[in-house]
């Protein structure tokens, strides 16, 4: 079974630029999630889709993140424009449901520096 | 607000020697319990989950996490380390009836094995 998959491994960009990050979740997970995990913390919620749906987007900076599951598959997460403090990992995750035992399905991670 | 609180940032322990990571939630109602473990430039791979039932929980690569809601803890153990283990390690909770599965980290374990 594959994996969650996440593109690309690393970027770096200027601040005030955009960037964009893809995931593609394992087959037949409904539920997607995207994490910020900033050098020497744990893992931040960023944004819960359950399908095409937003759940819980409640810790996303609205002003520069945005992010969209279209067709309920896969799912892109932008930042525009970015700030010194978005240098972090963000880490996709999947899992078959919703409730709050399902085991989540971590992908790689993306690293993202900005200068 | 809830919070997951890992007491050490980082535990060096010899080759071969048994090792504990604590971790301790703030929950005024039930819980589910993870430990996840991250590599080097690698997603997080879950080790255990505790979600009901016995509080002794055994997971992968030999370790397990003992339940206490008493003390409101997670604590993992180990009773021998290879140098494969070394990584970092991160406890997570979620709450039933919580936000949908939203996991709650702490900030990391570094487990350095050492010969």
């Known amino acids: 079974e594959a994996g969650v998959a996440q593109s690309p491994r690393y970027k770096i960009i200027e601040k005030r630029q955009s960037v964009a990050f893809w995931c593609n979740p394992i087959?037949?997970?409904?539920?997607l999630y995207w994490y910020q995990q900033i050098l020497g913390q744990g893992p931040k919620l960023l944004i819960q889709f359950q399908n095409n749906g937003v759940v819980d987007d409640s810790q996303l900076p609205k002003d520069r993140f945005s992010a969209e599951r279209l067709k309920g598959v896969d799912s892109t997460l932008k930042i525009q424009p970015a700030k010194l403090e978005d240098s972090a990992v963000y880490l996709c995750?999947?899992?078959?449901?919703?409730?709050?035992?399902?085991?989540?399905?971590f992908g790689p991670g993306t690293r993202l520096t900005v200068t | 607000a809830q919070s997951v609180t890992q007491l050490d940032s980082q535990v060096p322990v010899f080759e071969e020697a048994p090792v504990e990571l604590r971790c301790n939630y703030s929950s005024s109602v039930s819980v589910y319990l993870f430990w996840y473990v991250q590599y080097p430039n690698q997603g997080l791979q879950l080790l255990l989950k505790?979600?009901?039932?016995?509080?002794l929980v055994k997971g992968i690569n030999g370790f397990e996490a003992e339940f206490n809601k008493s003390q409101t803890s997670f604590h993992l153990r180990k009773p021998s380390v290879h140098i494969s283990d070394t990584a970092e390690y991160f406890c997570?909770?979620?709450?039933?009836?919580?936000?949908?599965?939203?996991?709650?980290f702490g900030k990391g374990t570094k487990l350095s094995v050492k010969p």
């Open positions: 995750a999947s899992s078959l449901g919703i409730a709050g035992g399902e085991q989540q399905y």
């Open positions: 997570a909770v979620t709450w039933y009836g919580g936000s949908q599965g939203n996991l709650i």
């Open positions: 087959s037949g997970h409904a539920t």
């Open positions: 505790y979600l009901s039932g016995s509080t």
